[in-house]
């Protein structure tokens, strides 16, 4: 049994990715933005308490917001979010967040970038045949408290991925069981990425970081065999 | 070399200790040599159940830390053949197993018995590792609730991952549920998960379904395993489990509802 007797490592890196809320900002003025998210917490405050956020800034990059940024995320702190980093704006609003100690996030439409990018399936099916590995397939129930993440490629599921199971894929996960758990695809940015399963009972599903959870599914779904892919900024279900 | 076979699953007091007596009891009946380990350190329930709590000196703890032989620790059966007992110890905590020790007191074992029958304790924390680390068979009790499911498939993903087998690469853990405290009446109510619900969610080998059972409860005060009630529903369903393991098919029983009387039948609809 590891870790029983033997000597604890104080460091493990885990290739474990989480799904952030995004919080777009819309509006360079700081106190426009105070003032609504003062009534959104207002409105739920549990769901937002220590709730980890990635501020988009690109609806707002052209604006001088960034000089400001070490005040707007006080601003959320003081409000008990967790501003994690920022996605999208320039040279300057890269700088500004690394000075305020946040992360920089690649921008959506460029995200993944580098070797790790994979095109969409449907833009060159061949050549994506050639471009990706065969991806990672599971044979064994993926049980609750597991977790399985394919790096790089497409994940497949050959049983059930359980209740509190987490099966995560840069590429598309392909589930001929029931999904019980989460499944996340394209964690590192494809947004192209599907989840496809022969009975859908999920906890929560994520493409690219965009989420829906089981109270949001349509119940004439439930136990279905699915497809689910992005449109937009919300998640497609549809039965297969 | 002895078969070790961890009772585990997941939720507490679902009848992990109630299956390690009767499996063991019916093993040794049916001419193995077998040995009942009590993991759960601090609690100290199977002596209770096998009757036999006034007769404990040392126990599984004191073997680990070389305070006593197994041979001083083992208690011996009064009722059945071949049957040895283990004890927990109730004055140490779950620290005072430790992984080598543990090796070493069933590798000891393992030299004279057929069957090492491992009551883990709830959970998975280190005692419920420990006993299902050196495992080669799993008996995953479950009771036909959601929660309990959801526990014993976590413990089948640690079965699968993190026992000596796993990381030897040797041939998987074997898994068998048995589901118990089953209530063919609240099932049909919908108070509860059928077998094909539970069967369908863990896809796993079925060794038996114990029917909820007032002679359980009347066997353990008794300080019997309920396998030797014989006459009991509870005391057969357990020996055609034990039937099943060791390789017999036999078909299950207690899964229906009881013919209802003439009463029920007028009345019940
Ligand atoms: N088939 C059954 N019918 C009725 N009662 C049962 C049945 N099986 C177990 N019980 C009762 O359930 C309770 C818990 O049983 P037991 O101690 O065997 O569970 P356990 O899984 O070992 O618990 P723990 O996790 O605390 O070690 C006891 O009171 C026992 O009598
Ligand atoms: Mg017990």
């Known amino acids: 049994m590891a870790g029983a007797e033997a000597v604890?490592?104080?460091?493990?890196?885990?290739?474990?990715?989480?799904?952030?809320?995004?919080?777009r900002l819309l509006d360079p003025s700081v106190e426009v933005l105070a003032r609504e998210l003062d009534r959104r917490v207002q409105e739920a405050p549990e769901f937002f308490r220590f709730l980890p956020v990635i501020l988009d800034v690109e609806a707002v990059a052209e604006s001088d917001l960034y000089l400001d940024l070490p005040g707007l995320a006080g601003l959320l702190q003081a409000r008990q979010f967790v501003p994690v980093g920022i996605r999208g704006g320039g040279e300057d609003w890269r700088e500004a967040a690394t000075a305020a100690g946040l992360a920089v996030f690649p921008a959506e439409r460029d995200s993944g970038g580098g070797e790790n990018r994979r095109r969409a399936a449907t833009e060159e099916p061949a050549a994506r045949a050639v471009a990706t590995e065969a991806?990672?397939?599971?044979?064994?129930?993926?049980?609750?408290?597991?977790?399985?993440?394919?790096?790089?490629?497409?994940?497949?599921?050959?049983?059930?991925?359980?209740?509190?199971a987490e099966v995560l894929a840069d590429g598309h996960i392909h589930?001929?069981?029931?999904?019980?758990?989460?499944?996340?695809?394209?964690?590192?940015?494809?947004?192209?990425?599907?989840?496809?399963?022969?009975?859908?009972?999920?906890?929560?599903?994520?493409?690219?970081?965009?989420?829906s959870v089981s109270e949001q599914f349509e119940e004439a779904l439930r136990g279905e065999a699915v497809?689910?892919?992005l449109n937009g900024d919300s998640l497609d279900i549809r039965a297969l | 070399m002895a078969k070790i076979v961890v009772v585990t699953s997941g939720k507490g007091g679902v009848g992990k200790t109630t299956t390690s007596a009767a499996i063991g009891a019916g093993l040794a009946k049916a001419g193995h040599r077998t040995v009942l380990v009590d993991f759960d350190v601090g609690l100290r329930n199977l002596d209770l159940i096998m009757g036999c709590e006034r007769r404990v000196v040392y126990d599984f703890i004191n073997v680990i830390h070389e305070e006593a032989s197994l041979n001083q620790a083992l208690i011996r059966d009064k009722r059945v053949d071949n049957l040895f007992i283990l004890a927990a110890s109730q004055t140490r905590d779950k620290d005072a197993l430790t992984e080598d020790g543990v090796e070493r007191v069933l590798t000891e074992l393992s030299r004279d018995f057929d069957y090492i029958i491992c009551d883990s304790p709830a959970g998975i924390e280190r005692g419920a590792l420990l006993a299902m680390y050196f495992a080669d068979e799993a008996i995953i009790v479950t009771n036909p609730e959601v929660s309990s499911v959801r526990d014993s498939d976590r413990v089948l993903g640690i079965l699968a991952s993190k026992t000596r087998r796993a990381a030897n690469g040797e041939p998987p853990v074997r898994e068998q549920l048995l589901l118990t405290r089953y209530s063919p009446l609240r099932v049909q109510k919908g108070e509860m998960l059928s077998v094909e619900d539970v069967k369908e969610i863990l896809a796993i080998d079925l060794l038996g379904v114990i029917p909820e059972s007032q002679a359980v409860l009347n066997a353990s005060n008794a300080g019997v395993p309920v396998i030797l009630e014989e006459e009991s529903d509870a005391g057969q369903a357990y020996q055609d489990a034990v039937a099943r393991f060791l390789g017999e098919e036999r078909p299950h029983r207690f899964l229906q509802l009881e013919k209802k009387g003439l009463f029920g039948r007028l009345f019940g609809g």
């Open chain 1, 8 to 23: 604890k490592p104080v460091l493990e890196l885990k290739g474990r990715m989480m799904t952030l809320t995004v919080l």
């Open chain 1, 227 to 229: 497809q689910i892919a």
């Open chain 1, 175 to 211: 589930i001929y069981g029931s999904l019980g758990g989460r499944a996340l695809a394209g964690v590192r940015g494809d947004t192209s990425a599907r989840i496809f399963c022969q009975a859908f009972r999920a906890e929560l599903v994520s493409i690219n970081g965009t989420y």
């Open chain 1, 135 to 164: 991806g990672m397939v599971v044979t064994q129930p993926v049980r609750s408290g597991q977790q399985i993440y394919a790096r790089g490629g497409d994940l497949v599921v050959m049983s059930a991925v359980s209740p509190g």
